[in-house]
T-cell receptor, first 111, second 114 residues
Framework: GQQLNQSPQSMFIQEGEDVSMNCTSSSIFNTWLWYKQDPGEGPVLLIALYKAGELTSNGRLTAQFGITRKDSFLNISASIPSDVGIYFCAGSGAGSYQLTFGKGTKLSVIP | GAGVSQSPSNKVTEKGKDVELRCDPI?????LYWYRQSLGQGLEFLIYFQGNSAPDKSGLPSDRFSAERTGGSVSTLTIQRTQQEDSAVYLCASSRQGQRETQYFGPGTRLLVL
């Protein structure tokens, strides 16, 4: 089945620093999604990408759909304490509604 | 409400008991999904409902798990004869017609089987 490798597994950064995380897939995806999950909450959709090469921003967040359709990255600029949480990538193949999720990147921001 | 809601938020049960988990999708969303998230893990697909079509149950881990969706809206996930390995967070998501991949999640139900 499809597998997603998400890295890094965890990050400790200073407030104000930029952050980058990425996901790679063993197969081609048609959609890439990035979610953030706070403790005790469900995942919240941050950015959705639908076309290869697409670069989309949401405030301080920027995500790209890799041109090979097998990878995506998420950047967070000028991190703040409320950025703390677990970030998940997810993707789906052609005509599929089933999302495959990465195992998450746990972000800690040191004030 | 504006988002997906789930109840209860937490459930503690004894091994062997049945549990029912409820999901109210976003109004107007035609697709509904159940996922399971074990501690420190990503999300595992369980079941998918789309309108009046037969559900995709391919992710259900055993025949102790079942789900129904009444009137194309509210869904109930039932786990019979619960086992300790069923302990997890059960997440529900919904999506619009034509954007099945873009799923919006509820807060989850945290199930603990003792």
């Amino acid at each position: 089945g499809q597998q997603l490798n998400q890295s890094p597994q965890s990050m400790f950064i200073q407030e104000g620093e930029d952050v980058s995380m990425n996901c790679t897939s063993s197969s081609i995806f048609n959609t890439w999604l990035w979610y953030k999950q706070d403790p005790g909450e469900g995942p919240v959709l941050l950015i959705a990408l639908y076309k290869a090469g697409e670069l989309t921003s949401n405030g301080r967040l920027t995500a790209q759909f890799g041109i090979t359709r097998k990878d995506s990255f998420l950047n967070i600029s000028a991190s703040i304490p409320s950025d703390v949480g677990i970030y998940f990538c997810a993707g789906s193949g052609a005509g599929s509604y089933q999302l495959t999720f990465g195992k998450g990147t746990k972000l800690s921001v040191i004030p | 409400g504006a988002g997906v809601s789930q109840s209860p938020s937490n459930k503690v049960t004894e091994k062997g008991k049945d549990v029912e988990l409820r999901c109210d999708p976003i109004s107007g969303h035609t697709a509904l999904y159940w996922y399971r998230q074990s501690l420190g893990q990503g999300l595992e697909f369980l079941i998918y409902f789309q309108g009046n079509s037969a559900p995709d149950k391919s992710g259900l881990p055993s025949d102790r798990f079942s789900a129904e969706r009444t009137g194309g809206s509210v869904s109930t996930l039932t786990i019979q004869r619960t086992q300790q390995e069923d302990s997890a967070v059960y997440l529900c998501a919904s999506s619009r017609q034509g954007q099945r991949e873009t799923q919006y999640f509820g807060p989850g139900t945290r199930l603990l089987v003792l």
